[in-house]
């Protein structure tokens, strides 16, 4: 079973469907017990939507922004 760190670990390679079969399967068993990690993937799907990344490479700036967001949004 995979623990709440995990799932922020891998949060990323989740939305990028990055990640073997068996790791996206432990993961989604996770986010289906855990709301908090349900809450936080969401969240960072959604931030990473609203990037305009396929346009335009984000500044050192707009990282650091996005960081802050997602680390005041997740209390882990
Ligand atoms: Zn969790």
Avoid: W
Avoid at 18 to 36: E, M
Wanted: contains cysteine; aromatic residues 2%.
């Amino acid at each position: 079973m995979l623990s709440c760190r995990d799932i922020v670990n891998h949060a990323d390679q989740l939305l990028d469907r990055d990640l073997g079969i068996s790791t996206r399967v432990a993961v989604r068993l996770h986010l289906l017990l855990c709301r908090h990690c349900r809450r936080y993937v969401k969240q960072l799907a959604r931030l990473i939507k609203a990037i305009p990344f396929m346009h335009n490479k984000a500044t050192e700036e707009e990282v650091r922004k996005v960081m802050d967001c997602i680390h005041s949004h997740s209390n882990l």
